[in-house]
Each structure stands twice: as C-alpha cells, then as structure tokens.
C-alpha cells in the first residue's frame, strides 16, 4: 500500500527555521516525483515544489522559489520541506504529494502538517 | 502561467441532485494532464479524476469528467452524503502545476 507519511503539527515564532518531512513507503522512493502543496487557512491549494528524489533533481513554483527549500534522502525515503526564517504568513497546511507522471497529477496525498507561526 | 477558473464558487444541491462543476483554462491544456480532487473538511485532498475523463482507483461511477482545450466538467449523477464537498481541478505543463480556486459543493 503506497503511504506518504508526514511529521507532526510545529508551533514556531517568526524568524525561526523549520524542516518538515515526509516518508514514502509501499512504492519506489526514487522512481517518482514528490511534490509539496500548502493549503493556507479556509483558503485553496498552491504548488509549491517538486523533487525527484532518484537524482534531487527540484522544480520550484516562481511563487515560492527561494522562498523554501525543498530536499530529499533516498537512503531513509524521506522528501522535506525547509525555511531558513519563517513569517507569521507561512501558517499553512502543508501536503506532500506523489506526482504520477504519466497522468499529470497527484495520486497519493500525506495527511498533512500544520504549521502554525505566532510570537 | 495557465490560470484555471472554476464555477460556479458555490452549488447548493440535494441528495440525488446532479451536479455540473465547470473548470476553464487561460489557454489550452493538454487533456491527459486535467484532474479533479475531492476535499472534505479536515481532510487532505484525493484524486478523482485523472487525464480529464479517468476515474482515479476506487472512485465511484458517479463521477464523470470531459471536456478538452480550455474547457473541462466534473459530473456527479446522483449526490450521495458523502459528495458533499470541496472540489479543485489542477493542470500540469511546462514542469509547472496549478490548481482552480475550487468549488464547494453543499447540501440545499
């Protein structure tokens, strides 16, 4: 059964750094493309990145290049999501996703990870 | 960027009702790469519908998609309880994804 399983809801203060994270399992880790999506409160979905964890090849949406970091060891199945110095308006949902190439879309969702950023 | 438009924002049907979602394109998106997600509250998102009109694994034959160039619709022939929900479409092009503002979907 193809899991994707996120880490847990984080409380953090403005100007901290956060690395959230996701494991694969039930699948090849390394044949599929592991993509990122934030949900902001009673709002839509936005892409924000993808990474192909066989050779970390990464792909940002401009939205939110430079504005996150996004990573993956192959070694543990594990994709991440980063921030160097959080603001209050990256409290989000955050999903991670499997990206099913052949069909363009995105066939398996983890449960998600609520950050919450508050002084 | 290729913006998708869904409407209506809000559909207010019955159980047994059929609902027509519609979901517009800025420009031409390639039909094998238009799908359709499901949210419920407190949920995370599930595939529906994949290459406009494949229902993903384990979705009910109640769910329909067409459409093709700009213009794309999920069907729902008969609302049952549990359809009454959030629905998003998303687009894949040029390495780059992104998804309608969605339409909810709730009970009359």
């Known amino acids: 059964e193809v899991q994707l399983v996120q ?24 044949s599929y493309w592991i993509g990122w999506v934030r949900q902001m409160p009673g709002k839509g979905l936005e892409w924000m990145g993808i990474i192909y964890p066989g050779d970390s090849d990464t792909r940002y ?38 990206f099913a ?3 363009g879309s995105f066939d398996y969702w983890g449960q998600g990870t609520l950050v919450t950023v508050s002084s | 960027e290729i913006v998708l438009t869904q409407s209506p924002g809000t559909l207010s049907l019955s159980p047994g009702e059929r ?34 009109s ?10 329909s998609g067409s ?15 549990e359809d009454f929900a959030v629905y998003y479409c998303q687009q894949y092009g040029s390495s780059r994804f992104t998804f309608g503002p969605g339409t909810k979907v709730d009970i009359k």
Not at chain 1, 7 to 30: D, M, R
Not at chain 2, 67 to 78: C, H
């Open chain 1, 61 to 98: 949406s401009p939205s939110f290049q430079g504005q996150v970091t996004i990573s993956a060891d192959k070694s543990i199945s594990t994709a991440y999501l980063q921030w160097s110095s959080l603001k209050a308006s990256d409290t989000a949902m955050y999903y991670c996703v499997r």
């Open chain 2, 54 to 63: 494949s229902r993903a694994t384990g979705i009910p034959d109640r769910f």
């Open chain 1, 101 to 103: 190439t052949s069909s």
């Open chain 2, 19 to 52: 609902a027509t979602l519609s979901c517009r394109a800025s420009q031409s998106v390639s039909s094998s790469y238009l799908a359709w997600y499901q949210q419920k509250p407190g949920q995370a998102p599930r595939l529906l519908i994949y290459g406009a």
């Open chain 2, 67 to 81: 459409g093709s160039g700009t213009d794309f619709t999920l069907t729902i022939s008969r609302l049952e309880p």
């Open chain 1, 7 to 30: 880490s847990g809801a984080e409380v953090k203060k403005p100007g901290e750094s956060l690395k959230i994270s996701c494991k694969g399992s039930g699948y090849s880790f390394t």
